[in-house]
């Protein structure tokens, strides 16, 4: 594969921090030979491979497993094979004498929903409009596949071993479980009944949010935007790898903590940051579900399924 990665991989790595000679390799259960590059030890952020006589090469944003990775270039194959209407792979059309009438009048009346949508005005001090909020996430959802009533419910929805915490902030209490696309586990906590006023003036529930997921991507929730609560992100060096920050670094607290473990993505999310000792204390003390007293209802909500 020499000659690969002179012409195709060394002008794209050039441009990033990594060098190709520190590339190592794995087999797909295909049998494709796939070289990959990563600032931590089993994860990945660039792989690349030769099939067909054409150099393929995958970069992500932020650190995925080996087992999702290998899914990935198995699956890669010609556009001709992905469905002339499959927009989740294609993307969307451009051509609109494609769009039939039928579903044109579908895209109108959406279009119009969202237009008439009476959003309040949350921000008052010139940033964008807030329009993923704590009166839409995560208190409620649209995009969520199900909302079990409870994490042993949502367990039976994943394929992997579910992680609750196994501490709340004092008074917090068990609110909801979501299920999202590319096995998304999201289990929002609360403080019922009380109200936080944030630095733009607006008042907000007290809620605390874990995700899981396979990938540092999936697991991130698109409604949180930093920048929208006035946070910066920042990461430190830890046993288990990178560890990363949102929040206000000068005073010590924290909004989100995002990390990577055994394989798998996590994120823990404050409506109402904390201070980072007390952040550092809740991530580390996230366990598997099966440690946890069915009793504790206020950690994992209640059982249906027997």
Do not use: C
Request: without cysteine; glycine residues 6%; aromatic residues 12%.
């Amino acid at each position: 594969m020499g000659w690969a990665i002179d012409t195709v991989v060394t002008p794209i790595l050039e441009k990033t921090k990594y060098n190709a000679k520190d590339a190592v390799s794995f087999i797909t259960p295909n049998g494709i030979s796939v070289y990959t590059l990563s600032s931590s030890k089993n994860s990945i952020q660039i792989a690349y491979w030769e099939k067909d006589n054409k150099v393929h090469m995958l970069y992500f944003a932020s650190l995925r497993n080996q087992s999702f990775v290998s899914k990935i270039v198995d699956s890669v194959g010609p556009l001709s094979n992905v469905a002339a209407d499959d927009a989740r792979l294609r993307g969307d059309r451009n051509d609109k004498q494609h769009i039939e009438g039928h579903g044109k009048q579908n895209i109108d009346e959406h279009v119009k929903q969202n237009v008439e949508q009476d959003w309040p005005p949350y921000e008052t001090i010139g940033l964008p409009l807030r329009t993923h909020t704590n009166s839409v996430w995560p208190i409620l959802t649209s995009k969520s596949k199900g909302l079990p009533s409870g994490v042993i419910d949502a367990s039976h929805k994943v394929s992997y071993d579910v992680s609750v915490p196994s501490y709340l902030p004092l008074g917090y209490t068990y609110y909801a479980t979501h299920f999202y696309d590319n096995n998304v586990l999201e289990t929002v906590y609360w403080k019922q009944g009380k109200e936080y006023q944030e630095r733009s003036g607006r008042w907000v529930n007290h809620t605390m949010v874990f995700r899981m997921s396979y990938s540092m991507d999936t697991v991130w929730p698109e409604e949180y935007v930093p920048m929208e609560y006035h946070d910066v992100q920042w990461s430190d060096s830890t046993p288990i790898g990178e560890v990363h920050y949102t929040g206000d670094v000068d005073k010590g607290l924290v909004r989100s903590v995002t990390w990577y473990k055994d394989n798998m993505a996590y994120f823990l999310f404050f409506q109402v940051p904390v201070k980072a000792s007390e952040a550092e204390f809740y991530r580390n003390h996230v366990v598997p579900l099966k440690d946890i007293d069915p009793s504790r209802t206020d950690l994992i909500g209640v059982k249906t399924i027997r």
